[in-house]
C-alpha cells in the first residue's frame, strides 16, 4: 500500500505497550506514517472511535480510505465510520 503512495496508519483495539510489541514483530515502521491505540481513544472498536483517529492521524478524508482488518469488530467500526473495509481472513479467529 505504501509502495502506491498510500498512508499506512493502523488502528490497534491493543494497549500502547502491545502495539509497540506488534509493531516490532511487523518491521514495517519505514511504511507506517503513524498509529493509533486503544489508549488513544474513548472506547475501543466497534466504536468507530480508532477508524477517526486513524483517519485523522494520516490526514485523509473518510471518502479516500480503506480500512483493512481481520475481526468483525474491524468491519463494524469502520462501516460505522463511513469507511469501506477489506476483510482478511484470520485463522486465529477460526475462519
Known amino acids: 500500500m505504501a509502495a502506491r503512495g498510500r498512508r499506512v496508519v493502523p488502528a490497534t483495539s ?3 505497550g502491545r502495539l509497540a510489541t506488534l509493531r516490532s514483530a ?15 481513544v474513548p472506547a475501543s472498536k466497534p466504536s468507530p472511535d480508532l477508524v477517526e483517529q486513524a483517519l485523522d492521524r494520516a490526514g485523509v478524508p473518510v471518502g479516500r ?8 469488530w474491524d468491519v463494524s467500526a469502520a462501516a460505522k465510520a463511513g469507511v469501506p ?11
Open 14 to 16: 491493543a494497549d500502547a
Open 26 to 40: 511487523l518491521d514495517a515502521d519505514d511504511v507506517i506514517v503513524d498509529a493509533t491505540s486503544a489508549d488513544d
Open 85 to 95: 473495509c477489506v476483510a482478511l481472513r484470520a485463522p486465529t479467529w477460526g475462519c
Open 65 to 72: 480510505a480503506v480500512f483493512v482488518g481481520d475481526t468483525v
